[in-house]
């Protein structure tokens, strides 16, 4: 009897060991088995080891000066922001190092530290600067403070059972619950949202409940607060409304539900797809860790795992994000929050073989149990080829709302890619670029996408916030590869209405290496106005590189100006059409984004096409483009109405119609041949591109053709009405038939 | 006896081999025991065999297309002028591939294209483009030509054995001689010269002399011609003088003494030292081969060898070229010419393994005796790293017009590094930038020197030449980091008048790493005004990074307008003046290079320092300058007047003083902090340096001090007019007693 009282009770704690409740600690990122297992293997994981050792060396270094806890004061970039900022990071660090290595002077070192903040947190008002919606109290926003809590709530996980439970007391009584308290109950406009700030929210109030066993702080979590008095007009400070019109609720399953796509694309865009990662990642592990019952990365068709390759997949050849919507160039899957989604994703979804190809370039592991398989993985040389391809990914929690189509084509290690957007707003992060897109070669801006107007962290400028630039400029239309009308952004630049609507995708099709294409519908960025724009990439010996082509048409009831301008990266080489530049620069308009270029050439063509050659990274590029002798071609350079140098000083290239009400662009863009500065010898300098062409464009029907300068020709016809696969078409036009079934049809006379 | 003379035979033609005329052929480039060697080791040596095979891939993919000989009409870049430029870079790799391996369809090759030449070149007239001072006949310059003839030689050498005589005779009756001649005697302004033009004519004729055994063709590469009847104010379309004034005679020996400085410096710079380093190799290679009487590495304490030398020290840390005078940026020690010159220098002189590190990273050696040693230097792991150290390089033939000083600061993989030129003007091709300089950090241009106008050999723009921008901005003064007194350049652009003056070095010193100094003044530019400017380069634990220090005095006897541009590359992060931007933008000035920059701010500042911040490849600099209330700090943007786009979009700093007869200008560069797009982290982006002062200031003595932020201060003292190096100096200012001994002091105050 005794004897099988104590077998249930071995039984009990057994069981009790995968709840919640019954484990002891670390249990949120590390856990104890996952401890034991990077000891024993540490010798014999190189990249383990290494990623331990950079720890530390950073931890000693910083521990070396001592504990400061500044009372807070600064933007970001200033010193008390940083300072915190590097506390966060550094204890985080150091309790995994305790872990490890059982040194105790580190978990001293936290709660020394930690014992400072519960000192200083109670007394502390609102952050003095007053420019965010949700002021934090370290920091100058809600959004910091809570990025401090994901990461304090691992350090003092990892010091839990090593703290005297006075020590814990005081921490959790001055310091956790009070700040997770102000994180949530008394920020509802900043944890109520359906927005990457409430996902970082969300993960701090449930992570340091999970680690203190807080079942309210966990529930608030999950499921959000019941009542917040939102109003539903209110908006942050960057225009964004705070709730989403029909907000079905809030908390952690509600962020997964309305922010990603089914397919994983993730509303903000690429850049703060990147930033929301990391609280998803890490209250999802934490919560597969406490929470098994939950089965977080099976929720939503596996939405977690979807996420992670939706944004690897969002990458120019070098790993770095398109930068679409608000979104700092640079940043790349290198980042902390794709190393720590990399290893998460792999070690709870399948261990999938190309992710640590992806973790071999980050070359650094999360130092957890996630990190520890990684490890192993490569180690055992198990990693296969991370294969970008083509691909449409939809926007909207119900994936119909618009979307992304990336083309790419060629070589890996050569790659031609075509990113083209015709999503949802994107949230308050969003730009009024309907129907853009943006090129790389070999992972080089051809035509490029401005991305934001930030200086992120970098307290020169603006204290590292988006600038004013960001709205002047960087969300207008007209800075954007799309059209503008009447020199008015999408939407009149309107958040509330952009919000409202979205594009509509009509075909994307890359199943075919000959043509690569893909198509989109916009009706509502101008009332009463259709833009529909369809991309193609063509590849054919005839050409040394893929060849694209850009047919963007409108439709109107009334004459208006359009603009289309292509934001090329390089030096002009050559046109073959005169312009003439002045001799002093004015600003090319008042407002919406215009009042920021300088117009620094203008010219007309008095042939039917238009050339612009171009040179940028050894190569050479041509657009050349269908023009009518009254179309202005302008040549811009950013950098008007600029009082701070905010902005880089980019050019473009803008097609102005004003004739037509329903006018049509169609461009050729060849990447042609190739300089280098140490040779001194150039290759196919020139277009090898003849005849533009429309051959017919009416509703139903829109037919362009083009040549090779030997005379080849190409027709592209297309299904303006119909995308319908197993449709089929047959029409007539100067002379020829055309027959075929499908949207799109490419034709190739030899 | 019959013994006595078959041994005597024996050795007769044993002496015989070391002379000229008695060896076979090749004995140019390639020598019969050089390709025996070479083919009994390629399978040893992979450097050398992937040469061979990287060329044979070359030869018979171009070999495939069949022969090609176009009647010569375009300019460089185009079709024509790249036709010819590549059949003789594959002629001269088929030469070689045929003596390595034998195979016939190469010297079959070789043969049938020169064939066709000799048909065609009795049939030329001058080229049709006329914009050469000497047209050549395959192409637009008898530069080209030029080139041509030194490749082709050596293809003809390497055939030379393998052709029958009535062969021979037609190439030689028909296309080499008369080639010859019309490079020579047809054409000495093109001959005659002391200049790379002439360089290249005389390897020409020379190398093909020594081929056909044409005494007559040797001497005259040689010695020149002894009359050409050049008028002395005749120019060459660059505006360079075609006989310099005294010049005291031609041909090759005249090309060592006079183009090269004691040093090794090239007194057009480096980027041209590079091109005209190809024929002075390969024909100081041919003649050590066929006239090693000659002992031509020996001459004038083995100039040669200290040219290649001098030029790698030219170089930034990735090996590109200090674009001194006109220099199309991008070029490297990586060129086809350097590539010569160390695998030759190498065997040639001495087998120095620090030369083997430079190979190494060419990664490509010569098909010959030269590229067998290196491959084999390599293969036997013999290299030793190529250390660059700060150096001072004289100019002028006799070491005593000026020269160029070069410190170099911090580790070689992160260096520092400053450029200051005071030489003579650099020829024809030399710039209007008396104490001018450059400054890079880690191989990145911080403040860049604009280089040439041109786009060499791509034939959009202007045909490959140089551009009229070349002129009307790359050679003004104010297109450089210097001073331009009232608007107009160095000796008003007068070439004729630059050339006739030098600045003059005052003092270097590179021995201690606390602070490497250099100072030099000028005293032509302007008539009757000093200008002396000294640079130093200080590296102290305060600082994270060198700090570079830059006093600039001049002295006049009556008020002028001065302007020091600072070329920063990168973007502004903040000023610690106010400033205001224009709404519409006007050129600067009128002509001198002004008429090319757009003025885009303009401030002043109310302390007696203004701070410029910037940021560029992920690192913060700032330039702190004394100013006074009146002094107008200005930013321009490059691109002005510029009908074609044919300049670079560069911005500048210009610190304008109008006030004062004899201004002093003082300005320290921080290099400071880091900021990474992935982790968005930003450190120490601010400046660390307070209180830049004049301590003293007059005829004597300048005395500067500075500061950093916590206090610790140093004094900078120089001694104005008195640089020896055991001058004892005392002074006393603002209280303080000043003791040293030589022509500076850095003093520290902790």
């Not at 990603?260 to 929301?276: K, N, V």
Request: charged share 20%; with cysteine.
């Amino acid at each position: 009897m005794k004897r099988a009282i104590i077998l249930l009770s071995i039984v009990l704690s057994v069981l009790m060991m995968g709840s919640a409740f019954a484990q002891s600690h670390p249990r949120l990122v590390l856990t104890a088995d996952g401890v034991s297992a990077i000891k024993s293997n540490l010798e014999k994981l190189p990249l383990l080891n290494q990623s331990l050792q950079d720890a530390i060396k950073e931890v000693d270094m910083d521990m070396a000066n001592g504990i400061e806890v500044p009372i807070p004061k600064d933007m970001a970039g200033g010193y008390t922001h940083e300072r915190h900022k590097k506390n966060y990071l550094i204890l985080q660090k150091a309790g995994v190092i305790f872990q490890i290595t059982g040194d105790q002077k580190y978990a001293a070192f936290i709660r020394d530290m930690l014992m400072q903040y519960a000192k200083l947190y109670p007394t502390l008002p609102p952050h003095p600067e007053k420019r965010s919606y949700a002021r934090g109290k370290l920091f100058w926003q809600s959004l910091n403070d809570a990025n401090w809590l994901v990461y304090m709530s691992q350090a003092y996980d990892c010091i839990y059972d090593w703290l005297k439970p006075a020590e814990k007391k005081v921490l959790e009584q001055d310091l956790f619950r009070p700040y997770a308290d102000y994180l949530s109950v008394e920020s509802p406009q900043f944890f109520n949202r359906i927005h990457n700030h409430s996902t970082w929210g969300i993960a701090a109030v449930g992570m340091i409940g999970l680690v203190m066993n807080d079942k309210e702080l966990i529930d608030r979590a999950l499921y959000g607060l019941k009542d917040d008095l939102i109003d539903k007009d209110q908006k942050d400070n960057d225009g964004g409304l705070i709730k989403l019109p029909e907000q079905p609720g809030a908390g952690f399953f509600i962020q997964l539900d309305f922010l990603f796509s089914p397919d994983g694309y993730y509303t903000e865009g690429p850049y703060y797809q990147r930033y929301a990662l990391y609280p998803f990642m890490l209250f999802a592990e934490s919560l597969e860790n406490c929470r098994p019952d939950l089965k977080i990365f099976d929720y939503r068709d596996h939405i977690l795992s979807k996420s992670l390759f939706t944004i690897l997949n969002l990458t120019d050849s070098e790993g770095l994000f398109f930068p679409i919507n608000d979104s700092q160039k640079g940043m790349s899957y290198l980042s902390r929050e794709l190393v720590s989604a990399v290893d998460i994703i792999y070690h709870f979804c399948g261990k999938d073989p190309t992710l640590l190809a992806i973790a071999k370039m980050q070359n650094s592991v999360m130092l957890d149990n996630t990190g520890f398989s990684v490890a192993m993985g490569l180690s055992e040389n198990r990693e296969q080829p991370f294969i970008k391809k083509s691909v449409e990914l939809s926007d909207g929690p119900n994936g119909d709302q618009g979307g992304v189509g990336v083309i790419r084509a060629g070589k890996s290690t050569d790659e031609l890619c075509l990113v083209m957007k015709y999503t949802a707003q994107g949230m308050g992060h969003g730009h009024f670029d309907k129907l853009s897109f943006s090129m790389y070669d070999k992972g080089k801006e051809v035509i490029q996408d401005y991305g934001a107007a930030r200086f992120v962290n970098i307290d020169q400028k603006y204290g590292g916030a988006y600038l004013p630039e960001n709205n002047t400029w960087a969300k207008q239309s007209v800075a954007h590869n799309t059209i503008t009308i009447n020199g008015t952004s999408h939407f009149e630049g309107d958040f509330e209405t952009g919000n409202k609507y979205h594009s509509n995708p009509y075909f994307f099709n890359a199943t075919d290496k000959e043509m690569q294409i893909m198509s989109a519908k916009d009706t509502n960025a101008y009332p009463g106005i259709t833009m529909h724009r369809t991309m193609a990439v063509i590849e054919d010996k005839a050409f040394e590189k893929p060849l694209v082509v850009d047919i963007f048409r409108v439709q109107s009831q009334q004459q208006n100006q359009y603009d289309l301008p292509y934001y090329f990266m390089g030096q002009v080489m050559g046109t073959d059409f005169e312009y003439s530049v002045p001799s002093t620069l004015s600003p090319f308009g008042k407002n919406f984004g215009y009042q920021h270029l300088w117009k620094t050439g203008e010219g007309k063509s008095q042939n039917s096409n238009a050339k612009l050659n171009w040179f940028s990274n050894e190569r050479f590029y041509t657009l050349t483009t269908v023009v009518s002798p009254e179309d202005e071609l302008v040549f811009a350079q950013l950098g008007a109405s600029d009082p701070l140098f905010n902005l880089r000083r980019d050019q473009s290239f803008i097609i102005r119609k004003t004739k037509e009400k329903s006018p049509i662009y169609i461009s050729v863009i060849e990447t042609n041949g190739h300089y280098d500065p140490v040779s001194e010898i150039s290759a196919n300098s020139f277009s090898n591109i003849t005849d533009v062409e429309i051959l017919l464009n009416n509703e139903k029907y829109t037919v362009v053709t083009f040549a090779h300068r030997s005379g080849k020709k190409w027709a592209l016809a297309i299904s303006n009405e119909d995308a319908g696969a197993t449709m089929n078409h047959h029409l007539q036009a100067e002379g020829k038939n055309f027959d075929w079934i499908g949207p799109f049809k490419l034709t190739k006379y030899d």
